[in-house]
């Protein structure tokens, strides 16, 4: 995955973008469509959005979840991976 993306880090699997990133690649190489790769890169953003938005709703102090804590689930540089992730899909 490393090489695919062309990405400086190693790949552990602790974060949640390292999963969706192999099955993407996985995808491709199945010869699954652009559109359609696309589509689940799009929801999973969305989804990503609304994990970081959800506090500020249920918290009590209407604070959004610390940055610390949201880098523990989608992972640190996570913008920069899934621009890589699109480039290769594209």
Do not use: C, Q, W
């Amino acid at each position: 995955m490393k090489n695919k993306l062309h990405l400086e880090a190693e790949t552990n699997f602790d974060i949640l973008f390292d999963y969706l990133a192999l099955l993407m690649i996985f995808l491709k190489e199945s010869g699954n469509s652009r559109s359609e790769l696309n589509s689940y890169i799009t929801d999973f953003e969305n989804s990503v959005n609304i994990l970081y938005k959800s506090t500020e709703e249920i918290a009590h102090n209407k604070e959004p979840l610390p940055y610390s804590v949201y880098n523990l689930i989608i992972g640190e540089r996570f913008k920069l991976k899934l621009n890589k992730l699109k480039e290769y899909i594209n």
